[in-house]
């Protein structure tokens, strides 16, 4: 077989000037992608402030914040149960019952906002029996194990780690503004903070669904500031006194133990 | 496909052809757990050395470094284009009950007490159901006996999505032996069957016939007569394939023709004689048996006395492994040690019997026994032995007077009123000569499972109107007219009895997946029981418990207070309600009827072939669980071949005949010929004798999973031979194939001698050498019990293994570097709160699989394929190594130890040492806890691990089909998303407490910490709110820790002898503690390591005549 030189694999003269755009784009990439990984692909930049649309844009600011129900009254499996579960369309309804019956036939017994466009879902699933489906917000992993009650028999608030859900959604008539959204980033490491140090986020069993609780309201606090144990208007350091008052009364494990992969991990 | 070469074929010599060299070899093991192990075979060693077995290295090579690159670099180019890693993860709904069910809490499982009938015994079972899901069978606490493997597989074929699911209409013919079939519905069916009814009841319903399984419904039995009394002239046949007939005919015989089933009490046996039974395993109260046979050999601990059995038997079954003198025979030679045996005890008998030398041995050993024991004794023939053997042993219990002791007799609800065999040979005859119009068939798969002269041969295609009503489209539905689904016993109503009478009944858990009916609503709709719009399961049961005498006597206040459940309600709804909660009526068992043999019936004495075949269920039964890939892939007790049902034939015959195990031969029989089924070599099964395992072999009909799974043996057998034959011809070898046997997997003593003088020396350290006394290997303990009461300490040996030589030096607080767990200033004592630790009594294992295929439905472990089983690549959690010992050339030499084998949770932990990324750590409790979201699948953790049982996902098992291999698998980058592939009905029946693993993930064992968690937290949550209702008063006698006996895992509650027993180690009540410091047979599995394993085995102590 004949060879014949060719100029076929030889770069051409201007490809020199390629050269520094290379050693530009490469510094400038090493310059932005490494923060664009790590700030794009954080839990925090994720998660934090997710606010799927829902079906029915129910107001926890009017159920918690205006009425004053306490979370338990719908999530009433959260004591018993890892999941505390959405609350069955029946619950909704013994406030909210339909105006009519399905065939338009006016009801005795009317709810609340009757003629809201807003419950036709809700009604709609009353008389079928077919869930609604609503758009899970704080979703992890489903190789971590969270359990509902492991937390609240144990002195975790609802607002630790859900936010104020009192003041979420829209207020009163306002019925456009969607609904829960998420505080927390719900990463690994952000559980570990409790789970290290514990005292630091405990509270009394009875306060566990109270929304703007503060230790400095708690009566044993109040008494171990009358007796000098605590600084007046030092909101850290009487958490840290009442947490660990609590962290020895309900059992809390060490935190050896709540670090363990099988606390969690199954 | 790869076209793989047999594993073991040039070992031909070593293994099988040629042992005279076993005692020169340089192991020449004491243990040993295949013939290749045995024989030291080179092969076995370069297999164990061989990470990417049965892959050709071209091929591997064939993926160049410049493609590798290739795809690398796109693979990298495609995860930064989508930015897959930053961004949320799928949206996910939450769907709630629109109204939700009182006492139904979402994500926590609730408990059914239920049933479900095999082979006319009703099974008793507690089903978790998770969200509305049937997930798990659990035994039912208070029957008092555990559940089988297959109770454990029935959670799979509930979401078996091949299931039958819709009223098929067959006709003519799809040339494949089928017919075409158009889909119809249960109206349609329903109103064709009424006009039908109308006509067969002309004539009394001479034209009708009804071909059902077995049962002991008592609502089935009730409809039964009434649509007995609707058509008088009507043939109701029973058939089961692997039924109880020559059993209830011995009964007849020995009884002047009144049917009784003999109910067993092991546990106060002394001796036990077994005649071609497996009594522990095949048996229709197989579970009940070995919980009292485990009573007898646990008594070794309390009172140093123990049970002894004798097994006669041709098979190497679970029953014969687990005795204390075992004689391997021909099936026809039962007879003759019987009727010697009977004649020593002075029954009336044959004189002048003639034995071998081995016979005579034991049979005399065993008449010298049961004498002694007299009405101690229990002896019990197999189903497969004529009916005057079974008659003959009636004699013999009068005879020793058992009746009362360890026998009674009881009633037979599934003694029909002719032998069933001969009712059905009748029916036969009749639809061939063309008087039956219409055939009902309820469950069974005849077409597949028949004796081959009747049913067959066209015979079937002459009836006009055939019916069958079953869960899949099987064989005999293929060639019907009608295929209707048939509903799980999760999905309908009904019931049933237990194997001693207790009525049980049985709740739906779920809706019919599939449009399903049970047998009595199809029944019912067939009787045009005009009050019923659709004829429900419910209140047909009902009806039968209303208006019969099933609840008279029954003792509720055994199990339920009277202020207790349905206290509310009176008369029959508060029964009726109690009954549905414990899901038996208590005191309902059969009350003892006396009979008396009054004529002996002996035996007939047959000379024997030259090769005997017997039958014997394989690992999906009858074949009616095919298409269940737990049950193909779980490795066979005795053989663990997995995924097939080989011919077993003794060592010395396979010798003789030139075989080697896959080698494939041709069998004729009386009854046909079956050709290409292979052979594979049992150790301790008798000369002269080849087991056919039924079941498998099923066409296309089966599902995609059970098509084509080994070969069907049924052409063998006929009529009036169902339990054993005389063999034809056995030819030579025609052929070859491969068999994927788990017995040359995870070798724990598997090293190469030829490596290094280490590894010589941990080899005989561990496994023992043969011919040195004294010197025992840590990895099986076992002696007899006259030298256990003589002196424990040499059986034992050193408890604590040999430290000075730990491989694994861990911290000690000791010098010597001994450790001590329960000294408080211990290191890494893991130890708070609780202390997890786990025994396994090797005395009482049977190795029968349930904990097996009970670890597998509780913790979400894939099927591999036959394929990937043969490449070492099982995922089962726990495995079982049955470790022969003797001459395998000597099948009367053969004795067994089994070993249920998961991770041992070892404290100094060899896996967690080498883990890059400390994806497997200790957690406080002992739990060498695995984390699957953090590994990377290094799998050094597996390399490391002495035990052999942590398992890899090489490929996404889950969303792979069993039977399919990938090509070329190097190439298979990325793996479908594992999410995505999973079937939307196989996913069903995931736990949704563990984890289900993708890819390139290790797992384990880890004690079931799903479960732990669970008893956990309750503890826990109900200790504070106690405390929070009367002030926290740190009562410290309050029970903060979870109590002994709240935990129940997933194996030990599947084991029907009790031999695992799981809790805290720092709760010196416990069982788990006691045994495990108190209990002089404990040893832990290589201990001379060091790795301290919270696992501990219990020595095996055997009790053969002195």
Redesign the interface.
């Known amino acids: 077989m004949s060879y014949e030189q060719t100029d076929q694999f030889v770069f051409p003269k201007w490809a020199n000037y390629l050269l520094p755009l290379l050693v530009l784009s490469v510094l400038g990439g090493a310059a932005v992608v490494p923060p664009l990984?790590i700030y794009?692909?954080s839990a925090e930049t994720?998660?934090v402030g997710?606010q799927?649309d829902q079906p029915v844009p129910y107001s926890h600011a009017t159920h918690v914040g205006k009425l004053g129900m306490d979370c338990r009254t719908c999530h009433n499996?959260v004591?018993?149960?890892?999941?505390a579960?959405?609350?069955?369309?029946?619950t909704c309804v013994s406030c909210h019952a339909p105006g009519t019956d399905p065939q338009g036939v006016p009801s005795n017994m009317p709810g609340a906002h009757q003629n809201s466009i807003n419950l036709k879902p809700v009604w709609e699933?009353?008389y079928?029996?077919?869930?609604?489906?609503?758009?899970?917000v704080h979703?992890i992993?489903?190789?971590?194990?969270f359990?509902h009650?492991?937390h609240v028999?144990?002195g975790v608030g609802c607002v630790s780690c859900h936010g104020r859900v009192d003041k979420m959604g829209g207020a009163g008539t306002d019925d456009s503004i969607a609904g829960v959204y998420q505080v927390q980033n719900l990463s690994m490491g952000w559980c570990l903070e409790c789970h290290r140090e514990p005292e630091k986020y405990l509270r009394p069993?009875r306060e566990i669904t109270n929304m703007d609780w503060s230790p400095l309201d708690n009566d044993r606090v109040k008494a171990a500031i009358a007796a000098g144990e605590v600084d007046e208007g030092d909101e850290q350091g009487a958490q840290i006194w009442l947490g660990t008052k609590l962290k020895e009364?309900?059992?809390i494990?060490?935190p050896?133990?709540m670090q363990?992969?099988?606390?969690c991990?199954? | 496909m790869l076209d793989l070469p047999p594993l073991i074929e040039s070992n031909k010599n070593e293994a099988i052809a040629d042992v005279s060299t076993i005692e020169d070899h340089i192991t020449g093991q004491a243990y040993w757990r295949s013939l290749e192990e045995q024989a030291n075979a080179p092969e076995l060693l370069d297999q164990l050395g061989d990470e990417f077995q049965g892959y050709d290295p071209e091929e591997i090579q064939a993926v160049s470094r410049r493609t590798f690159l290739k795809l690398a670099g796109a693979s990298l180019a495609l995860a930064g284009l989508t930015?897959s890693?930053?961004?949320?993860?799928p949206?996910?709904?939450?769907?709630?009950?629109?109204?939700?069910p009182e006492d139904l809490?979402?994500?926590?499982p609730n408990y059914f007490a239920s049933m479900a009938e095999r082979g006319g015994i009703a099974h008793p079972m507690l089903v978790a159901s998770f969200d509305g899901r049937p997930i798990k069978v659990e035994g039912h606490p208070m029957a008092g006996f555990a559940t089988d493997v297959y109770d454990q597989a029935l959670t799979l074929q509930q979401y078996d999505p091949e299931r039958l699911r819709d009223v098929l209409i067959g006709e003519g013919d799809d040339g494949q032996g089928g017919k075409n079939i158009s889909r119809s519905s249960w109206t349609t069916f329903e109103s064709w069957m009424t006009k039908k009814a109308d006509e067969l009841k002309a004539d009394g319903g001479a034209k009708f016939a009804v071909l059902a399984e077995p049962t002991s419904s008592p609502t089935a039995l009730r409809l039964k007569a009434k649509l007995k009394a609707a058509m008088p002239q009507m043939s109701w046949v029973t058939y089961e394939p692997l039924g109880q007939d020559s059993v209830i005919e011995g009964s007849k015989l020995a009884f002047e023709g009144q049917a009784v089933r003999t109910q067993y009490d092991v546990s106060k046996a002394k001796v036990i004689a077994c005649f071609d039974s497996d009594f522990l395993c095949n048996h229709p109260s197989a579970t009940r048996n070995a919980k009292g046979w485990a009573v007898g050999r646990k008594s070794v601990d309390t009172e140093k006395k123990m049970n002894r059995m004798y097994v006669v038997e041709s098979a190497m079954t679970i029953t014969g492994a687990a005795a204390d003198e075992r004689l391997p025979i021909q099936p026809s030679r039962v007879a003759y040690v019987l009727t010697y045996v009977a004649g020593k005890l002075g029954v009336p008998a044959k004189a002048d019997v003639k034995l071998t030398e081995v016979e005579k041995a034991f049979a005399d050993k065993l008449a010298k026994d049961l004498i002694a024991s007299g009405s101690n004794s229990v002896i019990v023939a197999g189903a497969s032995q004529p009916a005057d053997v079974h008659a003959y042993i009636h004699a013999i219990n009068k005879k020793l007077g058992t009746t009362g002791v360890t026998t009674t007799y009881s009633d037979e609800p599934t003694a029909d009123e002719t032998w069933q065999l001969q009712a059905f040979a009748d029916l036969s005859k009749k639809m061939e000569a063309g008087e039956i119009d219409t055939l009902l068939i309820l469950g069974g798969n005849p077409a597949f499972d028949a004796p081959r002269d009747m049913f067959f041969g066209g015979i079937f295609e002459k009836v006009p109107h055939k019916i069958k009503l079953g869960l899949y489209r099987d064989e005999t539905a293929a060639k019907c007219d009608w295929a209707l689904p048939a509903a799980t016993s999760f999905e309908c109503w009904g019931d049933g009895r237990w194997y001693d009478g207790t009525v049980a009944v049985q709740q739906p858990l779920i809706l019919p997946l599939f449009n399903g009916r049970s047998t009595i609503e199809l029944l019912a709709s067939i009787l045009g029981d005009k009050s019923l719009q659709q004829p429900s399961g419910y209140d047909l049961v009902r009806e039968t418990f209303k208006s019969g005498e099933l609840l008279k006597g029954a003792t509720f206040a055994e199990h339920l207070t009277e202020a207790g459940y349905a206290a509310e309600l009176s008369g029959f709804e508060k029964d009726w309600r109690r009954t549905v909660h414990l899901g038996f009526v208590p005191g309902s068992a059969f009350k003892p009827v006396f009979v008396d043999a009054k004529n002996t019936v002996q035996p007939k004495l047959k000379e024997s072939a030259e090769f005997e075949v017997v039958f014997v269920p394989s690992a999906v039964y009858d074949g009616r669980f095919a298409n269940s890939p737990w049950l193909q892939e779980a490795p066979d007790p005795i053989t663990k071949v997995t995924w097939d049902n080989p011919l077993l034939m003794s060592v010395p015959d396979m010798r003789d005949k030139g075989l080697i195990n896959a080698d494939q031969v041709t069998i004729k029989t009386g009854g046909g010929e079956v050709q290409e089924i292979m052979v594979f070599g049992q150790p301790g099964q008798a000369k002269g004798t080849v087991i056919a395992q039924l079941g498998n072999g099923r066409n296309q009909q089966a599902g995609s999973v059970g098509q084509g799974v080994g070969t069907d043996v049924y052409p063998l057998r006929v009529s009036g031979q169902m339990g054993f034959m005389p063999v034809q011809e056995v030819s030579g070898k025609t052929g070859s194939d491969y068999l994927a046997y788990t017995s040359v997997h995870h070798l724990v003593d598997g090293l190469s001698p030829e490596v290094d003088e280490t590894s010589k020396w941990a080899l005989e350290k561990r496994a023992g050498k043969k011919g040195k006394s004294g010197k025992k290997g840590n990895i099986i303990k076992e002696g007899k019990l006259k030298d256990w009461k003589k002196d424990p300490g040499k059986i034992m040996g050193h408890a604590h293994g040999d430290l000075s030589l730990q491989l694994y030096q861990g911290p000690s607080i000791y010098e010597d570097g001994s450790y001590d767990r329960k000294h408080p200033d211990g290191p890494e004592a893991f130890n708070?709160?609780h202390a997890w630790g786990m025994t396994i009594d090797l005395t009482s294992c049977l190795g029968c699989n349930s904990c097996v295929i009970a670890c597998q439905a509780e913790n979400n472990i894939p099927s591999v394929g036959k394929k990937q089983v043969w490449r070492s690549r099982e995922m089962h959690w726990q495995r079982t190594d049955t470790y022969y010992k003797g001459d395998p050339d000597k099948p009367e030499d053969i004795q067994v130890v089994h070993q249920p084998v998961s991770c041992v949770q070892c404290e100094n932990a060899p896996c967690e040492q080498v883990c890059p990324v400390a994806a497997t750590?200790?957690?406080?409790?002992g739990?060498n806890?695995m984390?699957?979201?953090r590994c990377i699948g290094t799998r050094y953790c597996s390399n490391n691990c002495p035990y052999k049982v942590r398992r890899f996902n090489y490929f996404d098992y889950h969303a792979k089909s069993v039977r399919k291999d990938f090509a070329n698998p190097w190439l298979n980058i990325p793996d479908t998303q594992q999410g995505k592939a999973i079937d939307q009905i196989k996913r069903m029946v995931f736990n949704p407490?563990?984890?289900?693993r993708m890819r390139g993930v290790m797992e384990k064992c880890?004690y079931c910490?799903?479960r732990?968690?669970r008893a956990k937290?309750q503890q826990?949550?109900a200790?504070?709110?106690s405390?929070?209702e009367g002030g926290?008063t740190?009562d410290p006698t309050e029970q903060?820790t979870v109590p002994d006996g709240t935990i129940v895992v997933a194996c030990q509650d599947a084991c029907p002898t009790d031999c695992i027993s799981f809790g805290d180690l720092n709760d010196p009540e416990s069982k788990v503690a006691k045994i495990q410091y108190k209990n002089k047979r404990v040893y832990g599995m290589l201990d001379e390591l060091n790795t301290r394993p919270r696992t501990k085995y219990l020595a095996k102590i055997r009790n053969p005549h002195p």
């Open positions: 990984v794009g692909g994720l998660n997710y799927p499996t004591e018993d149960a890892g999941f579960a959405i609350p069955p369309t029946q699933s009353y079928t029996g077919d869930p609604i489906d609503w758009i899970k979703d992993a489903d190789y971590a194990y359990n009650s492991a028999n144990k069993l009364e309900y059992e494990n060490n050896a133990y363990s992969c099988s606390t991990h199954r | 930015l890693g930053c961004r949320r993860w949206k996910e709904e939450l769907a709630p009950f629109a109204a939700r809490i979402p994500g926590v708070h709160p750590v200790h957690d406080t409790e739990l806890t984390v699957y979201n407490d563990v984890t289900v880890t910490t799903q732990i968690q937290i826990k949550n200790y504070v709110q405390q929070n926290f740190h903060k």
